[in-house]
């Protein structure tokens, strides 16, 4: 979700990120490279599957250098490694399946499952 002064996003967990892990959030720096705010603010909203549900707000703030940093160094890493074919798959997730990832037939997870 976009506001005018701060980019949003919705997710369910039953535990909350540590506050490191909402500071070096990638996806927070994609979303505002993608749709930059003068703020710099992303807001996370958890809603909390516990015992008596919940929504959790935490915010974080990426500044220009922080955003060109991870446009000009970090993303062109990844891509160098992709190109060279030693990008790890992530094969921790619910998307690590038939049924949600197009490399599953030639994914070593994929092969060995």
Known sequence: MITSSALLDHKTT??????????NDIQANTYL?????????FRFHFARKVKQPDVVEKITHRTPQEQ??????????YAKMIQAGIFPPSTEGWW??????????????????
């Open 33 to 41: 490279l993608l749709h930059p705010l003068e703020s710099g603010e």
């Open 96 to 113: 690590c399946s038939p049924e949600y990832c197009g490399w599953w037939p030639i994914c070593k997870p994929g092969i060995d499952k």
């Open 14 to 23: 039953s535990r909350l990120p540590s506050e490191r892990d909402i500071a």
């Open 68 to 77: 060109a940093w991870f446009k000009d160094i970090l993303l062109a890493r």
